[in-house]
């Protein structure tokens, strides 16, 4: 695909897709049936659109200089050389791959046959009359060009989507081995056989990790990419709880409790790798694609187009379309009213609004009747003025529903922030206490409808598709996860003694508590889109600004981790996402959120955030001078926040004050160190890589304090403030359900 790219011609920008398709005089797709999901196939053709273009729309001039001459033939010849080197590729590939190797082979041919073409029609430097040599050239037959491009860009096209299915298959093939390896440790019947096809597992599961990494990346579809990335997030978490599921069941073989929470672990996974595998060949084993549930926000989105859509064509639509959107809007507006956590006001305030919209759409069908009948082409003044009332109803609907759903989550989040069910549960579990842990479950299993709901509530104002789908994901992961802490749990009260089983319950309550924190970042997320802040504060938090910065950043080359580092930070990157979690959890403890100690807590917390995506590589960080950049400005930032800390310190009392002036003492070095870190110049790919590491290791250095500090200070800030802090929880549970 890297043909193109090392032709050694500067390419121009290419035009739009649209554009060239004027020039070209095409309407249909470059290659009937073929579609183009990846962002590389797009990529690669962009300089050979670009070059194709500048020969179709060269101008026809009376006289044309040699200069004008030679550029013509040097681009088609450009072309030819490029194309020769393409061809070259994909019949390697064609060779390697005896499947597609027909239709590789025919493409390959068609695309020489086209290079050759063009490079003959625009041989023309060495012409003294171009037109009039009896040579057939790009000036005399202009459409012998065209056809020639069309036939060059259709074949080229074919090609790179040909070689894409390849890597599709590369995929597949990892996943049918992870499954054959999976049938294997189900079966399994002694520690030493368990260990030896483990090891085998774990290989396979990081071949299949690379892969589906780079695929996520380069998918097209944000939705796609979403889910994919979802997918492998269960993947990730489950290979863990397979390995201790697994080992509890060997170690207990006849308990019932184990052997289910064994084969749900199992049954999880299957259907995250089929999910991966839906999502890369773009189907669904019944062949038919899955709708998934309707948001609200999508409702509105939907409908608000749909309405402003009859400024341009007033007979468009039907009232019953129209209609039949808004009555699904207004039902999935039931899950706000019927819930026992949306308070009265907000419960008679979308019940009002709701009203309204439905009396303002009559107005707006009654004013686009009348115009209809009397044949208008534009909208008429009154119809302008109900299509306005209607979606300003709208507006004020959505943005009710986002904050009785933000309200309710941030409420119940920081209610169950503290984890007491899972403590209470851990702990009867280890005294083998079978009435505790029924107690307990009972607990949990509550907690796991309000979590639940939460997340049905977050994802009809999520306002993204991504973040619908973080929501969705969020709900599947509570609901499976809570029967399994439960079954972890029987198997310890049943085998008190067994550290196994007492590892097991620990690494599925980890699941739910990361889960849990995973929350208060998808809360964020949603607010920030609903009220505009999200583009300005990803700006802010992770790229640098022009003129902002180092000005030696034209200097630099920017350079990208490959799978294999990205790999290698994979469990550094994950523990600074943890972290990052718990820093921003702890930050909404705080009954003072404005308190500038929160702030800078909070925007350490997002810095790290956005430095542990880029070692996915995911998120705004593309390259390792954008990490650079973050990790001085997180650095930054910390010293900000050792400020603010030292000037709360003169407010403590002789016997607070050293508690937090120790913990002071160990983030002034640890900040100063990653400055020095961040700034360092080196160069060769070892060495960056060497010191991308370093920042990540020493930002997760840095929020290991900060998760001891901010606790402290936010302690000592009650006490000093004579807060107290409100922790009647079954009071708060009582005024939710009334």
């Not at 044309?64 to 390697?92: H, M, P, Y």
């Not at 009859?310 to 039902?331: C, H, I, P, T």
Request: glycine share 6%.
């Amino acid at each position: 695909m890297a043909a193109f790219l090392g032709s050694g011609v500067s390419w121009p920008r290419s035009p739009g897709g649209s554009a060239l398709a004027a020039a070209l005089g095409w309407e249909a797709p470059l290659v009937p049936g073929l579609q183009i999901r990846s962002r590389s196939v797009e990529q690669t053709l962009v300089p050979l659109v670009a070059q194709i273009t500048t020969l179709i729309n060269h101008k026809d001039k009376p006289k044309r200089s040699d200069k004008t001459l030679k550029a013509i033939q040097q681009v088609g010849q450009a072309v030819n050389l490029a194309v020769g080197r393409f061809v070259t590729v994909g019949e390697a590939i064609a060779n390697e791959n005896q499947e597609l190797k027909a239709e590789m082979n025919v493409a390959c041919i068609e695309a020489k046959r086209a290079g050759e073409t063009i490079a003959q029609l625009t041989d023309v430097a060495a012409l003294d009359h171009p037109e009039s040599d009896g040579q057939i050239t790009i000036f005399t037959d202009k459409t012998g060009v065209v056809k020639a491009a069309r036939l060059l860009l259709s074949s080229v096209t074919k090609v790179l989507v040909l070689a894409d299915r390849i890597v599709i298959k590369q995929i597949i093939t990892s996943r049918n081995k992870v499954l054959l390896t999976m049938e294997q440790l189900e079966k399994v019947s002694t520690f030493q056989e368990f260990v030896q096809i483990f090891s085998q597992f774990g290989n396979e599961m990081v071949e299949f990790a690379h892969l589906t990494g780079d695929r996520q990346n380069d998918l097209k579809d944000e939705k796609k990419k979403a889910k994919m990335a979802a997918a492998r997030a269960v993947l990730e978490k489950c290979t863990m709880m397979l390995l201790t599921a697994s080992k509890t069941c060997l170690r207990h073989p006849d308990c019932e409790s184990a052997r289910m929470n064994k084969g749900a672990v199992f049954h999880r996974m299957r259907l995250a790798l089929e999910q991966v595998i839906e999502i890369v060949t773009d189907s669904r084993p019944s062949g038919e694609c899955e709708p998934g549930p309707v948001s609200i926000y999508a409702g509105i989105k939907e409908f608000k187009s749909k309405v402003e859509g009859l400024r341009d064509n007033l007979y468009l639509l039907s009232k019953e379309s129209l209609w039949a959107v808004l009555r699904v809007v207004l039902e999935h507006t039931e899950d706000f009213t019927d819930s026992a956590y949306t308070s009265h006001e907000n419960r008679e305030r979308i019940l009002e609004l709701s009203q309204q919209t439905r009396m303002e759409l009559e107005q707006l069908f009654s004013a686009w009747m009348s115009a209809q009948s009397q044949k208008k082409r534009e909208v008429p003044e009154d119809m302008e003025v109900a299509l306005l009332k209607t979606c300003q109803c709208l507006r004020e609907l959505q943005r009710e529903l986002h904050g009785a759903a933000t309200s309710v989550a941030a409420d119940l989040l920081k209610y169950h922030s503290d984890h007491l069910v899972l403590k209470a549960l851990k702990a009867s579990g280890e005294e083998g206490n079978i009435e505790g842990v029924a107690e307990h479950s009972c607990k949990l299993s509550e907690q796991k409808e309000q979590l639940l709901e939460i997340c049905r509530l977050l994802r009809h104002v999520s306002g993204m598709e991504p973040l619908e789908i973080a929501c969705l994901h969020a709900e599947d992961t509570f609901k499976v996860t809570g029967p399994q802490i439960i079954s972890a749990a029987e198997t310890l009260t049943l085998h008190p003694s067994s550290k196994i089983a007492k590892e097991n319950l620990e690494v599925f309550c980890e699941a739910w508590e990361s889960q849990l924190s995973d929350m208060f970042l998808l809360l964020r997320e949603i607010s920030d889109v609903f009220e505009g802040r999200r583009g300005e504060k990803r700006a802010y938090l992770s790229l640098p600004r022009p003129g902002k910065h180092n000005t030696n950043l034209k200097a630099l080359k920017p350079v990208r981790l490959d799978g294999e580092e990205q790999a290698k930070l994979g469990q550094s990157g994950f523990t600074l996402c943890e972290l990052s979690s718990r820093l921003n959890s702890q930050a909404e403890q705080w009954e003072d959120p404005e308190n500038e100690i929160v702030r800078q807590g909070q925007g350490l917390s997002s810095k790290a955030y956005s430095m542990y995506l880029f070692t996915r590589g995911e998120g705004l960080l593309k390259t390792t001078q954008d990490l650079f950049q973050q990790a001085e400005a997180f650095a930054a930032e910390g010293l900000k926040l050792v400020s603010a800390l030292l000037a709360f310190s003169n407010q403590l009392e002789d016997d607070d004050k050293p508690l937090l002036l120790q913990e002071i003492e160990k983030m002034v070095p640890a900040y100063r160190q990653l400055q020095v870190t961040a700034k360092a110049h080196v160069q060769g790919k070892a060495a960056i890589f060497t010191k991308v590491d370093a920042c990540i290791q020493e930002a997760k250095h840095i929020l290991e304090i900060l998760v001891q500090v901010l606790p402290l200070s936010c302690k000592l800030w009650r006490k000093v403030s004579g807060h107290a802090y409100k922790c009647d929880k079954t009071y708060f549970l009582a005024e939710r359900l009334l």
